[in-house]
């Protein structure tokens, strides 16, 4: 079954999502943004799909509105958008509760979280990408469902209180791990040393912890309780307090967890 969307909002996932609603056959008939010449930039992308910057929706023929905006922005939107009758209001938050939009102008309302890191500069297909779905209403369910399904995206049906707790998980796993790989980079570039060097180093550990699990992936000196090294590390690092506390915390807690 084929939707007519508006997308409110013109970050990373109402880049990349409406998009592929589009590519998946929904119509996304309206972007907002509240600076006008970014919705108009985000819509340019699509067919027929209108820019505004007002939240008064009442003419509009779309029946799904979708909140692809800060977690900050999203209360005041859901209270301040007008909407026809019959509509439904999803946000696409990892944390924020399905009550954030109760008191909406929407009949429906429910989640459709996708679990991914987005970029507007790096194309995602999204039939890798999990959604994590809520509603309180089964026919609201039901279309997240089918939304998911023309996607060719797998979903689950997740509470609020177990979506937050897979979002901490998410940024230990994603975005934690990138900053490491910021602060090795500085590291390298510090001694004119080429990042790519360790590369299939990363590639190889990412791999390998995915297959054999995490625990069993895990090596370097904090688990071999190699304290020489640790102490030599520390000794390298000790110029720059906060990376020394960094490295001395992570491997102390390696150390605990084995």
Partial sequence: MKYKLAIIGTGNVAYHLS??????????????????????????RLYGTEACDSLDFTESAARIYILAVSDAAIPDIAEAILLPERSTLLHTSGTLPLDILAYSSADYTGILYPLQS??????????????????????????????????????????????????????????????????????????????????????????KSLQMGARAAQTGPAVRGDFDTLENHLHYLSSDEKLAEIYQVISQNIIDSH
Wanted: proline residues 3%.
């Fill in 19 to 44: 998009a592929a609603l589009e590519s998946a056959g929904h119509v996304v008939t309206e972007v907002y943004g509240r600076n006008l010449a970014a919705a108009g930039q985000l819509a340019s």
């Fill in 118 to 207: 987005l970029s507007k500069g790096r194309e995602i297909g999204f039939e890798e990408v999990p959604f994590l779905l809520e509603s309180e209403e089964p026919e609201t369910l039901k279309m997240l469902k089918n939304i998911c399904k023309s996607l060719s995206s797998p979903s689950y049906l997740v509470s609020s209180a177990k979506r937050r707790s897979i979002h901490i998980a998410a940024v230990f796993a994603s975005n934690f791990t990138n900053h490491m790989l910021l602060l090795a980079e500085s590291l390298m570039r510090q001694q004119g040393l080429d990042f790519n060097m360790l590369k299939p180093l990363v590639v190889e550990q990412i791999n």
